[in-house]
C-alpha cells in the first residue's frame, strides 16, 4: 500500500473534507440534543460522497488501471537426454 497513490487525488480529499465536516456538524448537535441540525450534518456527509463521485467522473480522482496478474515462474522442463549445449 505503500507504493500506490491510494486516495492522493483531489477527488478523494475533498470528498473526505466534506465528509468530516459533516461528520463534526452532526456530533455537536446531537450533543446540543437537536435532530434538525443532527440530519442536516448527515446530508452534508452524503453531500461529501456524491461531490466525490462526481469529481471522480470529471477526471480528478484516480485513472482506472487494469489489474496486473502476478508474475509466475517460467516452468523447468527436462532437457532430452544426450542434448548438450
Same mark, same amino acid.
Given at each position: 500500500m505503500a507504493g500506490s497513490s491510494h486516495g492522493h487525488t483531489p477527488a478523494a480529499w475533498t470528498g473526505v473534507t466534506i465528509t468530516f465536516i459533516g461528520f463534526c456538524v452532526s456530533g455537536a448537535f446531537m450533543v446540543m440534543a437537536q435532530p434538525v441540525g443532527f440530519w442536516a450534518g448527515m446530508v452534508i456527509v452524503v453531500?461529501?460522497?456524491v461531490v466525490g463521485m462526481i469529481?471522480? &467522473?470529471?477526471?480528478?480522482?484516480? *485513472?482506472?488501471q487494469e489489474r496486473a496478474l502476478p508474475h509466475q515462474a *517460467?516452468? &523447468?522442463t527436462p532437457e532430452p537426454a544426450? &542434448?548438450?549445449g
Open positions: 453531500l461529501g460522497g469529481m471522480r &467522473a470529471m477526471g480528478l480522482g484516480q *485513472p482506472k *517460467p516452468v &523447468a544426450g &542434448a548438450k
